[in-house]
Nanobody, 126 residues
Framework: QLQLVESGGGLVPPGGSLRLSCAAS????????IGWFRQAPGKEREGVSC????????NYADSVKGRFTIYRDNAKNTVYLQMNSLKPEDTAVYYC???????????????????WGQGTQVTVSS
């Protein structure tokens, strides 16, 4: 069973940067896609970004385009979300999720994923 562990969250001032990590383990297959989602208090879970299981296709929510970058390190079984120019509205718990379908595209919709991590808190505040 695929297990996911997020790390890298914290408190950062507006305009700052953070890099989130999503480490995958326990996966016996070769390919998996990763999606990043976030949920702020009182709001629904929102798709942020994703990277496909093959060909490293990526997708971003309009609210983070140009500021966030997703990439993977296959040797470490880890997917990263580099977040720059952070805004207070980026404050949320960030989750990574995975599926093992072989696709060159990815979708940042929660129903596309069947494995989830526990989340890491990101707070953007002065």
């Amino acid at each position: 069973q695929l297990q996911l562990v997020e790390s890298g969250g914290g408190l950062v001032p507006p305009g700052g940067s953070l890099r989130l990590s999503c480490a995958a383990s326990g996966f016996t297959g070769r390919y998996y896609a990763i999606g990043w989602f976030r949920q702020a208090p009182g709001k629904e879970r929102e798709g942020v970004s994703c990277i496909s299981s093959i060909a490293d296709g990526t997708n971003y929510a309009d609210s983070v385009k140009g500021r966030f970058t997703i990439y993977r390190d296959n040797a470490k079984n880890t997917v990263y979300l580099q977040m720059n120019s952070l805004k207070p509205e980026d404050t949320a718990v960030y989750y990574c999720a995975a599926h093992s379908r072989v696709q060159s595209v990815c979708y940042i919709t929660p129903e596309s994923y069947n494995y989830w991590g526990q989340g890491t808190q990101v707070t953007v505040s002065s």
